[in-house]
C-alpha cells in the first residue's frame, strides 16, 4: 500500500500561470480532501469530497478547482496562479468510520513568483 | 475566528520526562478530538483521539485528557523521547460535519537528549 501519494513534491509557478497538483490513494476511502498550510498556521481545508462525482467547498476554496472521477484520484487545479497562494499543499483520504483518522500524504511546496 | 486554539507556539522538555500540549476550542458542536504529528517535509500522521463522551484516552507513551467543561484537551507525552520532537496539531471534528476537520496552528515539541 502506497497510502496517499501527491505529486509533485515541489513547484515553482510565475503569476499567471495554471497547475494541476495531483493526489492518489489506493485504500479505497471515501473521503478525500485538500488542505493548504501557510507558515506558522495550521491546516485550510480547501476542497473535499464524499465519493466520486461529489465534491463541495471548505474554507479557503477561492482561486482552486477539483474534480472526483474516481475513487483513488482527487486533483486539485489552481487557475491563474497568484502569490497568496504561495504554500504547502496536503491532500488526505479518510475511510469515513467512526474513527474519523485522515491519512496525509507528503505535500507538495508550491512558490508563485 | 479560530476555533481550534493552540496558544504554545513551542515547548522544550528534557528527554525523560513528561511533554504536555494544550489545545482550547470555542465550538461546543465539537465532538471527536484528533492529535497530529508532523515531521519537517512531512505530511501530518495521526497519533491519537478521543470522542467527546470520554475524558481520556491512552496508547502507550501518549495519553489525551479532554474536559469539555472548560473546552480543553491535552496531550501528555510519557516518558518523551528525542524522536517525539515535531509539530504536533489539535483537530476537531464537529457533529454531522462530513468528516471534516478543523485544526489548531500547532505547538513545535522539541525534546532535549
Known amino acids: 500500500n502506497a497510502g496517499v501519494t501527491q505529486t509533485p513534491k515541489f513547484r515553482i509557478l510565475k503569476i499567471g500561470q495554471s497547475m494541476t497538483l495531483q493526489c492518489a490513494q489506493d485504500?479505497?476511502?471515501?473521503?478525500m480532501y485538500w488542505y493548504r498550510q501557510d507558515p506558522g498556521m495550521g491546516l485550510k481545508l480547501i476542497y473535499y469530497?464524499?465519493?466520486?462525482?461529489?465534491?463541495d467547498k471548505g474554507e479557503v476554496p477561492n482561486g482552486y478547482n477539483v474534480s472526483r472521477s474516481t475513487t483513488e484520484d482527487f486533483p486539485l487545479r489552481l487557475e491563474l496562479a497568484a502569490p497568496s497562494q504561495t504554500s504547502v499543499y496536503f491532500c488526505?483520504?479518510?475511510?469515513?468510520?467512526?474513527?474519523?483518522?485522515?491519512?496525509f500524504g507528503p505535500g507538495t511546496r508550491l512558490t508563485v513568483t | 475566528d479560530q476555533q481550534v486554539k493552540q496558544n504554545s507556539p513551542s515547548l522544550s522538555v528534557q528527554e525523560g520526562r513528561i511533554s504536555i500540549l494544550n489545545c482550547d476550542y470555542t465550538?461546543?458542536?465539537?465532538?471527536?478530538f484528533l492529535w497530529y504529528k508532523k515531521y519537517p517535509a512531512e505530511g501530518p500522521t495521526f497519533l491519537i483521539s478521543?470522542?467527546?463522551?470520554?475524558d481520556k484516552n491512552e496508547d502507550g507513551r501518549f495519553t489525551v485528557f479532554l474536559n469539555k467543561s472548560a473546552k480543553h484537551l491535552s496531550l501528555h507525552i510519557v516518558p518523551s523521547q528525542p524522536g517525539d520532537s515535531a509539530v504536533y496539531f489539535c483537530?476537531?471534528?464537529?457533529?454531522?460535519?462530513?468528516?471534516?476537520?478543523?485544526f489548531g496552528k500547532g505547538t513545535l515539541l522539541t525534546v532535549n537528549p
Open positions: 469530497s464524499v465519493g466520486a462525482g461529489i465534491t
Open positions: 478521543i470522542s467527546s463522551i470520554k
Open positions: 483537530a476537531a471534528k464537529s457533529g454531522g460535519s462530513n468528516y471534516k476537520l478543523t
Open positions: 485504500m479505497n476511502h471515501n473521503y
Open positions: 488526505a483520504s479518510s475511510p469515513g468510520t467512526a474513527s474519523y483518522e485522515q491519512y
Open positions: 465550538n461546543s458542536m465539537f465532538d471527536y
